[in-house]
């Protein structure tokens, strides 16, 4: 492992810990969905529903490795891993129940309570939004303590 990477472990496999842990109550079998699952993070994300016993549900970008990816995304994930590209997403006929939705990426999505994490002005932070629905809920919190 270079340097940089090893720099990485006191801050993304916790960060992907406490978003599993800390936000919503889950429980084994269900599931949790989330962008940029090929990121640091999100392959932690993979490995921790696979111990927890969460389907995992990984969205990631077109390219042109894209099979490649999705078979080392989906190895480090338990028999419910499913990683999906953008593109396939949208093609889907049938909407993906989540527990719980992870955005690392921002944009419009189509889910109901996203969390989304990433780095603002060199301060990591944690943020719960829901989209457009009856009732507007925003919980915060920074991995930067």
Do not use: H, W
Request: charged share 25%.
């Amino acid at each position: 492992m270079d340097l940089v990477s090893a720099a990485t472990i006191g801050v993304n496999p916790p960060t992907a810990y406490r978003m599993l842990k800390d936000f919503e109550f889950l429980k084994l079998g269900d599931t949790v969905i989330q962008n940029g699952g090929n990121s640091a993070v999100g392959q932690m994300v993979i490995q921790l529903c696979k111990e927890f016993q969460l389907r995992s549900v990984s969205v990631i970008r077109s390219r042109d490795n894209v099979d490649q990816l999705k078979a080392y995304l989906k190895s480090l994930g338990n028999a419910e891993t499913v990683v999906i590209t953008e593109e396939e997403l949208r093609e889907q006929d049938k909407e993906i129940q989540a527990r719980l939705a992870l955005n690392c990426v921002g944009g419009k999505l189509k889910l109901t309570e996203v969390l989304g994490f990433g780095q603002s002005k060199n301060q990591p932070s944690i943020i719960i939004f829901q989209l457009p629905c009856r009732e507007k809920r925003y919980r915060f919190a920074s991995s930067a303590r």
